[in-house]
């Protein structure tokens, strides 16, 4: 039997308004998404969600069909940061995304959880370590090839699920500085919540004017957009469970019907790449997974065979 | 305090020596650091003449296998940490997860530090490799503020080593890929970040550029100095303004706050800077043991020379220095 990813939309990783952030999952509850990561990973001074407010849409989004997956910050500083981060490990409810070694630690011999793209995972000895820890599934970190993946899949501890992170900007960076603020010539602590204004990101270019990376406070992200669809073969052949989606302020429903459709065999890997065209803001790449450069978009000049 | 000073090579670490470390920190001659440089680590026998060097004087030697090995990669990592046993290396600083647990399995006996690669930056991280893999210090990466820092070595179950001087990682180490997204090679793959055979400098009639992987990084006026085109310290257009964007070219420098660090119970101040030259080692180690041993007798009087003040500037990434994150305002 064929064996098909599902699909996965990733936390939200910008800073929305909350009525943006709830007609968002109201819209998400209606695709066929199967499982919905919810939570603040990259900024701990955006507080507009309250945690009873993500509460409240996974409640929402788990009776709507998807399995929900709490997400966690992926820098910890503070000691609050901490205290959130215990609050929402040992909640008795729904599992949890560590992006960071200090989930781990709370949750290992506790309970099951999964990681996230940032959670350091290179090597076959570090995902057995972590599987005895009680890790279930594991996102492959983003600058690892298929190759690596491959490798590590002739050893992958019974029971352990992967992800791949198929669509979106990548997360490539994170710091103490806040980038956005310092854009605006403000301290962090004093950062007048400008991620408010960039509902995808902040534009970073060179000064030839390439788009090159996105500021997002304090996270970098590739300008480009990761866009795996041509590689949906590979996922199947390597058993990979879970392909991650990654939500931008426009289309996200679209991009999930479009992996949707195309993982269910009713469009082509080429009309589903002609569709999602539109939908990344500035550029595609894809470089990564082929072992080159992250920002290289491998089917350039090559879309015979990407096709 | 202990002063944990960097040995590119054997000359290095002779200067680090003869200047007044506690220990120095090394690699071996391949992606298994993350100084993996040309014409830079050590090789085997360099490796047991500067750990005999450094003995003979009390002086410690650390052994830097601080990369992440992939599949195809891993026996590389348990060659470079059964090597670094064999010869009586006095701790290793490991970044995976795998590998720890390979060396402390293998050497149960051996004592294993946490790189700054492993990007533990709470308590509760580092009470995993603690844990886990029994590690004996933690070297936290430079994203802390000085009362963060002190939270964690008060919370932390195993003493902390903390950056004092050198080259600015403005990103938590150990996560970042800007690297790889531009060149295919990172800090945690390869050992280096913004490679130099991906780095071109092309003179043209508005100054000079400097590239990674043709990509622009920096543009200088004639006249202006260029620094190494590190991407994360290029200058970028952002919202129609021109700066460094991310960060400027500088180097940390926290003399100042050494009672502070002292008194929050800091085991250790690490020097950045394997990739630099012995006479950099020697200026620095001089000024930082001077300074520690001044904070050390007397830390309610102790101040920053100024004589120090002007050596460190000298060797300084595009001459300023900077307290980073352990001043808030930085952030």
Known sequence: ??????????????????????????????????????????????????????????????????????????????????????????????????NDMAAVQLMSGNREFVTGPAVNIYNSRTLSVLARSGLKRWTLPVELSKQTLASLHKNRPEGVET????????????????????????????????????????????????????????????????????????????EIDVLRISPQSNNTERVIEIFHECLHGNITKSEAETSLQKYMMSGECNGYWHAMPGMVNSCAGNEQECA | ??????????????????????????????????????????????AEEGIRYAHDRSVKVFAAINTYPQPSGWSRWQHAVDHAAELGIDALILADIGVMDYACNRWPELRLHLSVQGSA??????????????????????????KQ????????????????????????????????????????????????????????????????????IDKRAPGESAGYPTLCKGRFHVSGNTYYAIEEPTSLNTLELLPELQSVGVAAIKIEGRQRSPAYVTQVTKVWRAAIDECMQDPDNYSVKLPWLSVLEKVSEGSQTTLGAYHRPWQ
């Open chain 1, 1 to 98: 039997m064929t064996h098909r990813p599902k699909l996965s939309l990733g936390p939200i990783l910008y800073y929305w308004p909350r009525e943006q952030v709830f007609s968002f999952y109201q819209r998400i509850a209606d695709t066929p998404v199967d499982i919905v990561y919810l939570g603040e990973t990259v900024c701990s001074k955006r507080r507009d969600m309250r945690s009873d407010a993500w509460l409240q849409l996974a409640d929402m989004l788990q009776q709507a069909g998807k399995q929900v997956v709490l997400s966690t910050l992926t820098l910890i500083e503070a000691s609050s940061e901490l205290s959130t981060l215990r609050k929402i490990c040992s909640n008795d409810k729904y599992s949890v995304e560590a």
């Open chain 2, 149 to 216: 820092v002190r939270q964690v070595a008060q919370d932390s179950p195993v003493p902390i080593e903390v950056f004092g001087f050198g080259s600015l990682c403005v990103m938590v180490e150990g996560r970042c890929l800007l690297s790889s997204y531009v060149t295919g090679r990172s800090p945690n793959t390869y050992g280096a970040c913004s490679p130099a055979d991906s780095v071109s400098w092309n003179e043209t009639p508005d100054g000079l550029e400097t590239r990674l992987n043709n990509i622009l």
């Open chain 2, 1 to 46: 305090m202990e002063l944990v000073c960097p040995a590119g090579n054997l000359p290095s670490l002779k200067a680090a020596v003869d200047n007044g470390a506690n220990a120095v920190y090394m690699g071996f001659r391949d992606d298994t650091n993350a100084r993996h440089f040309a014409g830079l680590n050590f090789d085997d026998k360099r």
């Open chain 2, 121 to 146: 930056t709470s308590a509760e991280a580092i009470r995993f490799y603690q844990q886990n893999f029994g590690i004996q210090r933690v070297v936290l990466p430079r994203v802390l503020s000085l």
């Open chain 1, 163 to 238: 992800e791949v992170f198929a669509f979106g900007r990548l997360p490539l960076a994170y710091s103490a500085r806040c980038f956005t603020a310092r854009a605006h010539n403000l301290p962090k602590d004093d950062c007048q919540f400008r991620c408010l204004d960039y509902a995808d990101g902040l534009m970073l270019r060179t000064r030839e004017d390439e788009s090159f990376l996105v500021l997002n406070g304090i996270q970098t992200q590739s300008a480009k957009t990761q866009n795996l669809v041509n590689d949906i073969n590979d996922f199947i052949d390597l």
